[in-house]
């Protein structure tokens, strides 16, 4: 298989473990939810407040959770050399161009 079907198929599996996150976070928050306001007849506002934050929340801890699971993973198995690269790091940018820069600057002279 090539680079870029690997990461193709690496994909498509992070986007379903980021779903699933999300979903036991949602469904995880909402029965946090459901057990804080158990005997509230009546509950108001707050629970229309915590339902968004939740849902938000959510998303946030999905995502952040998502992103240590894939960074790892790649740094366990070694994917960089098997998959297209996916996360590119800033300082690893700089470095290059830095270098690019040198080297066109000795062409020169």
């Not at 952040?64 to 699971?69: G, M, N, Q």
């Amino acid at each position: 298989m090539s680079k870029t079907s690997n990461t193709v198929w690496f994909l498509l599996g992070a986007i379903i473990l980021n779903l699933l996150l999300m979903v036991i976070f949602m469904v995880g928050g909402y029965v946090l939810l459901a057990f804080i306001y158990k005997g509230v007849e009546t509950p108001g506002n707050g629970i229309a407040v915590l339902m968004f934050l939740f849902f938000f929340g959510a998303i946030a801890l999905s995502w952040f959770v998502y992103s240590k699971i894939v960074k790892w993973l790649v740094e366990k198995h070694h994917l960089e050399d098997k998959i297209s690269p996916i996360f590119s790091s800033k300082r690893g940018k700089s470095q290059r161009q830095k270098k690019e820069r040198i080297d066109n600057m000795s062409m020169k002279n």
